[in-house]
């Protein structure tokens, strides 16, 4: 990504060092249409604090549910959401695209 | 993501210096590549595609999937000379996603009514330039006309590594900016970076043609691959 973003790395970063339970979700892949390209972020503290996005705001609820357990396991998971997707009817993209989210903790 | 790697990355970020996060996508695990290191990593080939693109990738190198995520600066440009040309020039390139600046001392020019929205700084070059942290991740073009505005400034640009330096004017201008300029101390090497004419030669006539074949011509310098580069100019 340019850096044009909102700097929510440093959010990150500024969170991990309060002491909050941070975790990072990236897209690392899209198909077809997806609203943000792959790099776009979105960070997320333990309070359920997030900040950027991963779409066009169609799946960063589900994102940050699985944050929650990203930030309790410390294990990574990756995330698909699509309108091929079972959970399409609650949580997919209305472009019809595609996108896969990487999400890990911070620290 | 190691607290270490997310506090590297964000003081390369803040220092305008571009890295790749590679990440293994299976086993989460991660590390931060600067550009200058590019050369001496086993990825070499696609992290300077990527990075050229500015595009982050998935690539699968011996069994693993890697994510390799581009943090490249904002680019810059940086416009020397509030003229017609640059009136066009500057929306243009902000919708390509660069953040512009206008620099030119006279005042009758350089006004807010002219370049509305647009960061102005009505001052001389060795004034204007020094805070504008010019860098190589800035496309420098001196549209003037006015020695004694571009040359100052296009040595600014030479010692700053601009990624794209381009001045206004005919080639036999262009001869005589080179003796200038050679006379100041600018090595061979430098005045060669310069692109003049300027721009893609594309038969532009109106300032508004002229700032499309100005940025197509940082485009090129900036996306494409040296060799192609070459063949373009």
């Known amino acids: 990504m340019l850096d044009r973003d909102e700097d929510i790395l440093k959010a990150a970063e500024d969170w991990q060092k309060a002491g909050r339970g941070v975790a990072l979700a990236t897209v690392v892949e899209t198909w077809g249409s997806a609203p943000r390209p792959a790099g776009s972020s979105l960070v997320i503290n333990d309070e359920g604090t997030f900040l950027g996005s991963v779409s066009g705001g169609c799946v960063e609820g589900a994102v940050v549910t699985e944050a929650m357990d990203v930030i309790q396991s410390g294990k990574p998971r990756m995330l698909e959401f699509g309108v091929a997707d079972e959970t399409a009817w609650n949580v997919g993209l209305s472009c019809g695209g595609t996108i896969r989210v990487f999400v890990e903790k911070v620290g | ?233």
């Open chain 2, 1 to 233: 993501m190691k607290l270490a790697i997310l506090h590297e990355l964000n003081a390369e970020r803040a220092a305008r210096r571009p890295v790749i996060l590679v990440t293994d996508t299976e086993t989460g695990e991660q590390r931060l590549v600067k550009a200058a290191d590019f050369a001496k990593d086993p990825l070499r080939a696609e992290l300077e595609k990527q990075l050229r693109m500015g595009k982050s990738a998935n690539v699968e190198v011996a069994g693993k999937k890697l994510f390799l995520n581009v943090y490249a600066p904002t680019a810059k440009l940086v416009i020397v000379g509030a003229v017609h040309i640059s009136q066009a020039l500057a929306p243009l390139a902000r919708s390509l996603g660069y953040d512009v600046t206008v620099v030119d001392p006279r005042t009758a020019f350089a006004s807010p009514e002219r370049f509305p929205d647009i960061p102005l700084i009505a001052e001389w070059p060795d004034t204007a330039l020094p805070p504008l942290n010019v860098d190589a991740y800035t496309a420098f073009v001196a549209v003037t006309h006015d020695p004694k505005i571009d040359d100052p400034a296009l040595l600014h640009a030479f010692e700053r590594n601009c990624f794209y330096i381009g001045a206004l004017g005919s080639r036999k201008t262009h001869t005589k900016r080179g003796d200038r300029l050679r006379a100041q101390g600018a090595k061979e090497s430098d005045i060669a970076r310069i692109h003049a004419p300027i721009g893609l030669a594309i038969g532009a006539v109106s300032p508004s043609e002229i700032a499309v074949a100005i940025m197509a011509e940082i485009t090129a310098v900036l996306r494409l691959p040296p060799k192609e580069k070459e063949e373009a100019a």
